[in-house]
């Protein structure tokens, strides 16, 4: 049995951690968040220190780093531009460190953590947990069979995700680019991981809408060509979504054929641990190229939108 930390257990993402350390059975020593609604841990670690002052919880973490007690994985799921923080702390802390992705916003920032992992011997491993997804794990062997038969095939894909949020987003720390990276990294980042983990490395990126609620453009991929639209506004739901009171739209259509896989994502937390536990986890390299399209499209400029844009490109007025 392994003890876990945990940073940002009142957030949104922390059940799914709690469940993984409970499903794979292990223990949840410690945890911290400046918020003190966390009754969930009732639910899994009723027994759990717990602090809001980051001081303590270090003092306690501290207490044991170098004891046979001392904490093994530090779960981090704190705000995205606290997460390189936190990691370090981690690390320092002689664990290792389990982060939700975004692993970080910034390029240079993997680079550093990657000196500060061989210093201190610890492993950094992400979520990435769209890469287990059967379906997705499904695609990625058909793909690399139909390339075998033609190593110069590619796929024209469309990807469409539309996760609607309340006016809430507005005033939390997602809708500031700077804290959560915008549009693109706090909702699209694992698909653009996905794509390519399976299509090859980034050659050609166009960005043609950066709104505070959507961002689209283009990805060229080594073999893909890739449309692609982000977005947290319900009004671009289809209307069958709608209909069925759904909010969230997920759409990969390849080659002119729709990928479902709107289920299987339960447990995909779970099975992200369990390969961590066995010493299989996606490191800093693994997490890299996302973090690098996603900043690119933080911080390009906007092309027009001609030649290869989705289609939902066309709901705009200055098109």
């Known amino acids: ?59 306690y973490v501290d207490k044991f780093r170098n004891t046979k007690d001392k904490i093994d994985y530090i779960s981090i799921c704190s705000p995205n531009y606290l997460h390189d923080s936190h990691i370090r702390f981690a690390l320092r802390s002689n664990t290792h ?61 469309d990807l469409t995700y539309i996760t609607s949020r309340g006016k809430w987003y507005f005033y939390s720390w997602k809708n500031d680019l700077i804290k959560s990276g915008g549009v ?69 259509c390849i080659d002119s054929k729709q990928l479902e896989f709107s289920d299987g994502f339960t447990d995909l937390h779970t099975k992200s641990y369990e390969m961590i536990l066995d010493n299989q986890g996606f490191s800093l390299e693994d997490s890299l190229s996302s973090i690098c399209v996603a900043s690119d499209i933080r911080n390009c400029s906007l092309s027009r939108i001609e030649g290869d844009y989705h289609p939902l490109c066309m709901r705009f007025n200055d098109v």
């Open 1 to 59: 049995m392994k003890k876990f930390a945990l940073i940002g257990v009142a957030g949104y993402i922390a059940p799914r951690h709690l469940k993984a350390i409970k499903d794979t059975n292990n223990y949840l020593d410690v945890a911290l968040d400046k918020h003190d609604s966390v009754g969930i841990l009732d639910s899994f670690f009723p027994n759990c220190a717990f602090f809001t002052e980051f001081e303590r919880f270090d003092r």
């Open 184 to 252: 693109s990294t706090n909702i699209g980042i694992h698909f653009f991981d996905m794509l390519i983990d399976i299509f090859g490395e980034v050659q050609n990126s166009k960005v043609h809408i950066k709104k505070e609620d959507v961002h689209s453009g283009f990805l060229e991929l080594k073999y893909a060509r890739v449309r692609w639209f982000l977005s947290i506004n319900e009004s671009f739901l289809p209307t069958n979504i709608k209909q069925k009171g759904q909010r969230t739209y997920r759409n990969i």
């Open 97 to 157: 460190a389990i982060c939700e992705k975004p692993l970080v916003l910034n390029p240079n920032n993997v680079y550093k953590l990657m000196d500060i992992e061989k210093e201190y011997n610890k492993d950094v491993n992400t979520i990435l947990q769209l890469r287990l997804h059967p379906t997705i794990q499904d695609l990625k062997k058909k793909v690399q069979a139909k390339l075998k038969e033609n190593p110069s095939k590619i796929f024209d894909i």
